[in-house]
C-alpha cells in the first residue's frame, strides 16, 4: 500500500515570496491534516479536511496561509508571502477515518521549507 | 485535551529494554494514551494506544497505571533503529479530536 505523497521535498524561498506544497494522502482516506513542525518542537495542527470540507482551521494563520482538497483527494497548502518565521517542516497526514479511538494518523515524509 | 509531560531525552543500550514515562496527571475518563514516534527525518508513526488496560502489539507494550495519571511505554528489546523522538498524547476518542503533540522524548538506542 502506497503511502502518504507529499512534494517537493524541499524548498528555499526568500521572505515575502509565495510557495505552495502538494499532498496526496493514502487512497480511500477521507481525512486529510497538514502539520507544521518548527525546529525542536512537535508538529501543530493547522487545518483538518474532511473528504473536502474543513473540520478544523482554528490554527491557520488564514491572512497568510492557504489550503484547499479539491475533489476529496489531493490537497494544497500555500504561503502568501513568507515570513522567516514560516521556516519549518510541513507534514500531511491522513486517516481512513476521522474520531473514535481507533482513528490511525499516517504521516508523509514532510515538505522542508527554508526562508531567507 | 489533557496536558502530557515526558523526560526531553533517555539513553538506552542495544538489545534492552526501553522504556519511556509519560505522566498525564489530568487525563479526563474519555481520553486515551497514544504514542507516536518520529525517526529522524520522517513523519510521526503511530506505535499503540489504550484506555486502562494494557495493550501490546507487534511494536511495543503500553502499561497504564490504574489510576491512569501516567503510563510506560515499553520497547522490549531495542535496536538502533528505535532512536526516534517519543510522543505521548491524551486524546478524547469522542468526535474529530486532534493530535496536540508536546515536544516528546528523544531517545537514543546506543550500541
Known amino acids: 500500500e502506497a503511502g502518504v505523497a507529499q512534494s517537493p521535498r524541499y524548498k528555499i524561498i526568500e521572505k515575502r515570496q509565495s510557495v505552495a506544497f502538494w499532498c496526496n494522502p493514502i487512497?480511500?482516506?477521507?481525512?486529510l491534516y497538514w502539520y507544521q513542525q518548527i525546529l525542536g518542537q512537535g508538529p501543530k495542527l493547522l487545518i483538518q479536511?474532511?473528504?473536502?470540507?474543513?473540520?478544523?482551521d482554528s490554527q491557520l494563520p488564514k491572512d497568510r496561509f492557504s489550503a484547499e482538497r479539491l475533489k476529496g483527494v489531493d490537497s494544497t497548502l500555500k504561503i502568501q508571502p513568507a515570513k522567516l518565521e514560516d521556516s519549518a517542516v510541513y507534514l500531511c497526514?491522513?486517516?481512513?477515518?476521522?474520531?473514535?479511538?481507533?482513528?490511525?494518523?499516517?504521516f508523509g515524509p514532510g515538505t522542508r521549507l527554508l526562508v531567507l | 485535551d489533557a496536558k502530557t509531560t515526558q523526560p526531553p531525552s533517555m539513553d538506552c543500550a542495544e538489545g534492552r529494554a526501553a522504556n519511556l514515562p509519560c505522566n498525564h496527571s489530568?487525563?479526563?475518563?474519555?481520553?486515551?494514551v497514544y504514542w507516536y514516534r518520529q525517526i529522524h527525518s520522517q513523519g510521526p508513526q503511530y506505535i499503540i494506544h489504550?484506555?486502562?488496560n494494557n495493550e501490546t502489539n507487534e511494536m511495543a507494550s503500553l502499561i497504564i497505571t490504574e489510576d491512569r495519571k501516567s503510563s510506560t511505554l515499553i520497547l522490549p528489546h531495542a535496536t538502533l533503529r528505535d532512536t526516534a523522538v517519543y510522543y505521548c498524547?491524551?486524546?478524547?476518542?469522542?468526535?474529530?479530536?486532534?493530535?496536540?503533540f508536546g515536544q516528546g522524548t528523544r531517545l537514543t538506542i546506543n550500541p
Open positions: 497526514a491522513s486517516s481512513l477515518l476521522a474520531g473514535g479511538h481507533r482513528e490511525t494518523q499516517y
Open positions: 487512497s480511500g482516506h477521507a481525512t
Open positions: 479536511f474532511q473528504n473536502n470540507g474543513v473540520v478544523d
Open positions: 489530568t487525563i479526563s475518563g474519555n481520553e486515551y
Open positions: 489504550g484506555l486502562k
Open positions: 498524547i491524551a486524546r478524547s476518542f469522542q468526535g474529530a479530536q486532534k493530535l496536540v
